[in-house]
Nanobody, 120 residues
Protein backbone atom coordinates (compact mmCIF):
# COMPACT_ATOMS: atom_id res chain seq x y z
CA UNK A 1 0.00 0.00 0.00
CA UNK A 2 0.98 3.59 -0.61
CA UNK A 3 -0.11 6.63 1.35
CA UNK A 4 0.02 10.29 0.37
CA UNK A 5 -0.10 12.76 3.24
CA UNK A 6 -0.54 16.46 2.56
CA UNK A 7 0.33 19.30 4.92
CA UNK A 8 0.68 23.05 4.89
CA UNK A 9 -2.85 24.22 4.27
CA UNK A 10 -4.48 26.94 6.30
CA UNK A 11 -5.97 30.41 6.32
CA UNK A 12 -4.14 33.25 4.63
CA UNK A 13 -4.99 36.75 3.51
CA UNK A 14 -5.16 37.64 -0.15
CA UNK A 15 -1.68 38.38 -1.48
CA UNK A 16 -0.09 36.00 0.99
CA UNK A 17 1.80 32.76 0.50
CA UNK A 18 1.53 29.14 1.56
CA UNK A 19 3.65 26.08 0.89
CA UNK A 20 1.99 22.70 0.60
CA UNK A 21 3.86 19.44 1.03
CA UNK A 22 2.90 15.88 0.16
CA UNK A 23 4.92 12.87 1.23
CA UNK A 24 4.40 9.48 -0.32
CA UNK A 25 5.23 6.42 1.72
CA UNK A 26 4.75 2.66 1.58
CA UNK A 27 5.48 0.07 -1.07
CA UNK A 28 7.07 2.40 -3.59
CA UNK A 29 9.48 1.29 -6.28
CA UNK A 30 9.35 4.56 -8.20
CA UNK A 31 7.12 7.56 -8.79
CA UNK A 32 6.54 9.12 -12.17
CA UNK A 33 4.23 12.12 -12.13
CA UNK A 34 3.33 13.88 -8.89
CA UNK A 35 0.92 16.72 -8.81
CA UNK A 36 -1.64 18.90 -7.13
CA UNK A 37 -5.33 19.24 -7.84
CA UNK A 38 -7.95 21.33 -6.09
CA UNK A 39 -11.67 21.31 -5.56
CA UNK A 40 -13.63 24.37 -4.51
CA UNK A 41 -17.10 24.04 -2.94
CA UNK A 42 -19.64 23.12 -5.58
CA UNK A 43 -16.98 22.75 -8.25
CA UNK A 44 -15.25 19.85 -9.96
CA UNK A 45 -11.74 18.84 -9.06
CA UNK A 46 -9.24 20.58 -11.34
CA UNK A 47 -5.57 20.31 -12.11
CA UNK A 48 -3.28 22.84 -10.46
CA UNK A 49 0.19 21.61 -11.36
CA UNK A 50 2.07 18.44 -12.19
CA UNK A 51 5.73 17.48 -12.31
CA UNK A 52 7.03 14.29 -13.87
CA UNK A 53 10.18 12.38 -13.05
CA UNK A 54 11.94 14.02 -15.96
CA UNK A 55 11.32 17.48 -14.57
CA UNK A 56 8.55 18.50 -16.95
CA UNK A 57 5.94 20.74 -15.36
CA UNK A 58 2.37 21.56 -16.28
CA UNK A 59 0.37 24.38 -14.71
CA UNK A 60 -3.21 25.53 -14.89
CA UNK A 61 -3.41 28.91 -16.59
CA UNK A 62 -4.99 30.39 -13.48
CA UNK A 63 -1.87 29.73 -11.37
CA UNK A 64 0.94 30.31 -13.85
CA UNK A 65 3.44 32.81 -12.52
CA UNK A 66 2.11 32.50 -8.96
CA UNK A 67 2.52 28.81 -8.04
CA UNK A 68 5.62 26.66 -8.31
CA UNK A 69 5.71 22.88 -8.08
CA UNK A 70 8.88 21.05 -7.03
CA UNK A 71 9.82 17.66 -5.66
CA UNK A 72 12.46 15.89 -3.61
CA UNK A 73 12.76 12.44 -5.13
CA UNK A 74 14.88 11.15 -2.25
CA UNK A 75 12.02 11.95 0.11
CA UNK A 76 9.19 11.02 -2.29
CA UNK A 77 7.80 14.47 -1.56
CA UNK A 78 6.20 17.07 -3.78
CA UNK A 79 5.75 20.72 -2.86
CA UNK A 80 3.53 23.53 -4.06
CA UNK A 81 4.70 27.06 -3.34
CA UNK A 82 1.72 29.36 -3.67
CA UNK A 83 2.34 33.10 -3.86
CA UNK A 84 0.05 36.06 -4.49
CA UNK A 85 -2.90 34.03 -3.32
CA UNK A 86 -6.39 35.11 -4.31
CA UNK A 87 -9.77 34.33 -2.74
CA UNK A 88 -10.56 32.19 -5.79
CA UNK A 89 -7.68 29.90 -4.83
CA UNK A 90 -9.74 28.75 -1.85
CA UNK A 91 -10.22 25.01 -2.16
CA UNK A 92 -9.23 21.63 -0.84
CA UNK A 93 -5.89 20.77 -2.41
CA UNK A 94 -5.22 17.13 -3.21
CA UNK A 95 -1.91 15.44 -3.89
CA UNK A 96 -1.74 12.86 -6.67
CA UNK A 97 0.98 10.42 -7.66
CA UNK A 98 1.59 7.81 -10.35
CA UNK A 99 3.38 5.07 -8.44
CA UNK A 100 5.16 1.94 -9.53
CA UNK A 101 4.80 -0.29 -6.50
CA UNK A 102 7.39 -2.75 -5.25
CA UNK A 103 5.46 -5.55 -6.94
CA UNK A 104 5.58 -3.56 -10.17
CA UNK A 105 1.98 -2.49 -10.38
CA UNK A 106 1.32 0.99 -11.77
CA UNK A 107 -1.22 2.65 -9.52
CA UNK A 108 -2.53 6.19 -9.21
CA UNK A 109 -2.97 7.44 -5.66
CA UNK A 110 -4.69 10.41 -4.04
CA UNK A 111 -4.13 12.08 -0.72
CA UNK A 112 -7.00 13.06 1.56
CA UNK A 113 -6.57 16.75 0.89
CA UNK A 114 -5.63 19.89 2.77
CA UNK A 115 -7.82 22.98 2.97
CA UNK A 116 -6.54 26.33 1.76
CA UNK A 117 -8.67 29.35 2.58
CA UNK A 118 -7.79 32.78 1.21
CA UNK A 119 -9.60 35.71 2.79
CA UNK A 120 -10.20 38.97 0.97
Amino acid sequence: QVQLVESGGGLVQAGGSLRLSCEASGSIFSINTMGWYRQAPGEQRELVATLNSGGRTNYADSVKGRFTISRDNAKNTVYLQMNSLKPEDTAVYYCNADVRTTNYYAVNYWGKGTLVTVSS
